[in-house]
Structure formats: structure tokens, C-alpha cells
């Protein structure tokens, strides 16, 4: 009778011990759960061709630029038909970033788009830095920086002294870097 209450026990707590390390409420399960869902757009893109500094940026931005070794983007498209799966995603997104891992660095509204920026990572060493965004317009989307000691400082620089190619976006040449499903 007292080896059954065991095994019983300490099956209950390996369950227990399971379920806590399965955090489906994690940026990491969102991104992988997404990008095999049809409505999404997912990609690792290529440092270089999203963030060109101008020609002006200090030698800091470019070195924080350098220290950014990956990034994943998952994007929601919002159409007249999935209003209700763009609210629906964007509570999801807000919902993770209710986590205390994640600390804010910033936030910006532009032209009907609403962006937070938060990190992982120590004040001054940071691992991960994480763009969450969305419009009524567009939709919502996530995007995840990863790289080595990063610095907030001058991670807020490089965010002012980037350039996007925006005849790539207006052609549609973005999408391609995607695997839309």
C-alpha cells in the first residue's frame, strides 16, 4: 500500500513538473506555433537586408547592427474577413508580453501603428530584443532580434538611424523572403 501511494505521488509530480516546463504561453511556442498556421507569414530574414544603417550612423549603430546575429518574423495580415482572428492574435501577443522576462524599451506610434519594444536580458547585456506591432490597417506582427551583449542604449540609436527599403515593400519583393503557406 505505502509503494503504491509513492509511485502514485511521484507520478503526479513528474506530471506536474511536465506541464510547468511546457509554456504554451511563451513568444518562442507563438512563433512556431504561427508560422505553421495558413493566415501567417513567417521568416528568419537576413540581418543585413532589414537594417541598412544610413550613411550617417556611427560606428555604434553599425556595431550594433553587427551584434545582431538573427531575426524571426511572424506577421498576421488583417483582411475584411479575419477582423476577429487579428483581435484574437494581437490579445495573444499582448497577453505574453504581460511576462516579467520581457522588459519594455520603448514605444512608438506612427501613421496608425502602434509598436512596443521590449528585451530579454540583463540592462546592459541584452540577448533579445522584440518588436511587437499592429494596425488596424495591416495587422499584427512580432518580430524577435537575437544576438550577443547588446546594448539598450544603442539599440534605441539604431532604431533611429535605420533605413528600410520601401520600393522593396511597395513591390512586394518582402513577401518573397517569407514562407506564406
Known amino acids: ?33 504561427s508560422s505553421e498556421k495558413q493566415d501567417f507569414m513567417y521568416g528568419d530574414l537576413p540581418v543585413g537586408l532589414m537594417l541598412t544603417p544610413k550613411e550617417d550612423a556611427s560606428e555604434d549603430v553599425k556595431e550594433t547592427i553587427k551584434s545582431i546575429k538573427k531575426m524571426n518574423v511572424v506577421f498576421f495580415k488583417k483582411t475584411k474577413e479575419n477582423v476577429a482572428a487579428y483581435e484574437i492574435e494581437k490579445s495573444k501577443l499582448k497577453n505574453i508580453f ?49 544576438g550577443e551583449d547588446m546594448n539598450p542604449a544603442r539599440i534605441m540609436e539604431m532604431m533611429n538611424s535605420i533605413q528600410l527599403d520601401t520600393d522593396m515593400l511597395q513591390q512586394g519583393q518582402f513577401k518573397a523572403i517569407f514562407n506564406n503557406k
Request: include cysteine; charged fraction near 20%; charge should be positive.
Open 98 to 146: 504581460t511576462n516579467k522576462t520581457y522588459k519594455t524599451l520603448g514605444v512608438f506610434k506612427t501613421k496608425g501603428m502602434s509598436m512596443k519594444l521590449y528585451y530579454t536580458g540583463q540592462t546592459d547585456q541584452i540577448n533579445e530584443v522584440i518588436a511587437f506591432g499592429y494596425s488596424k490597417e495591416v495587422g499584427v506582427g512580432v518580430a524577435r532580434l537575437l
Open 1 to 33: 500500500m505505502k509503494k503504491s501511494t509513492h509511485i502514485i505521488s511521484l507520478a503526479f509530480l513528474l506530471l506536474l513538473i511536465v506541464s510547468a516546463c511546457d509554456d504554451k504561453n511563451s513568444l518562442q511556442a507563438y512563433i512556431v506555433n
